[in-house]
């Protein structure tokens, strides 16, 4: 099992920036993939960035291109996400998410789930 506790999550205005922080218990995840997803409600839950927690390849949704960036601390056992310049439209809740196997952008790939951290961004 793993477990996933997010936080760094709030209210920001447009423009600014925020670093969202995922710290990852339980088993060895040499072998997964590590994702953040965001959810509006109403609307299916999206795919931002992901990485693999060993190589460190990652992969970002084109509207997080140039903005975010995904990283992993080995010794602290934490995903980050770093997003800068933030807009209205990235108003959601973002969730953390590991892989066994999957190194993809669909929700159905990932096994593990954190609760979520809300962030809003005003104009």
């Known amino acids: 099992q793993v477990q996933l506790a997010e936080s760094g999550g709030g209210l920001v205005q447009a423009g600014g920036s925020l670093r969202l922080a995922c710290v990852c218990t339980?088993?060895?995840?040499?072998?997964?993939?590590m994702a953040w997803f965001r959810q509006v409600p109403g609307k299916d839950r999206e795919f931002v960035a992901g990485?693999?927690?060993?190589?460190?390849?990652?992969k970002y949704a084109d509207a997080a291109k140039d903005r975010f960036a995904i990283s992993r601390d080995y010794v602290e056992s934490t995903i980050y996400l770093k997003m800068n310049d933030l807009k209205r439209e990235d108003t959601a809740g973002y969730y953390c998410?590991?892989?066994?196997?999957?190194?993809?952008?669909?929700?159905?790939?990932?096994?593990?789930w954190g609760q979520g951290t809300q962030v809003t961004v005003s104009s």
């Open positions: 339980g088993r060895s995840l040499s072998s997964h993939h």
């Open positions: 998410a590991v892989s066994k196997l999957g190194a993809g952008s669909a929700v159905g790939e990932y096994d593990y």
């Open positions: 990485t693999n927690w060993v190589g460190g390849n990652t």
